[in-house]
């Protein structure tokens, strides 16, 4: 499996920004793309989970409400819009998938391939 993540840059607060991560190399739909992000100095945190298989999704408390998560199974994509973004999110945003179902995502275990992260930086 391969994940590529896109769409990061520069965003002024209250702005938004729509990340991208295509994936390859499936041999199931029942798996969950998470993305997740890690600030300077800080630890590496999950922020939404999108199932492949029924769109299930799940949010950190942090998020909810300005981000939406999505994916286009046709397309092999999941999409993250960021909206109403916050100085304190910004950060390298990566996609992984792991383990089959969601849980896994929403727990942080068994997420064994990553991508090359996208740095969001929200700034005036």
């Known amino acids: 499996v391969q994940l590529q993540a896109s769409g990061g840059g520069l965003v002024q607060p209250g702005g938004s920004l729509r990340l991208s991560c295509a994936a390859s190399g499936f041999t199931s739909d029942y798996y969950a793309i998470g993305w997740f992000r890690q600030a300077p100095g800080k630890e590496r945190e999950g922020v939404s989970c999108?199932?492949?298989?029924?769109?299930?999704?799940h949010y950190a408390d942090s998020v909810k409400g300005r981000f939406t998560i999505s994916r286009d199974n046709a397309n092999n994509t999941v999409y993250l819009q960021m909206n109403s973004l916050k100085p304190e999110d910004t950060a390298v945003y990566y996609c992984?998938?792991?383990?089959?179902?969601?849980?896994?995502?929403?727990?942080?275990?068994?997420?064994?391939?990553w991508g090359k992260g996208t740095l969001v930086t929200v700034s005036s």
């Open positions: 992984a998938t792991g383990l089959p179902g969601l849980a896994p995502c929403v727990h942080h275990y068994g997420m064994d391939y």
């Open positions: 999108i199932s492949r298989s029924d769109g299930r999704t």
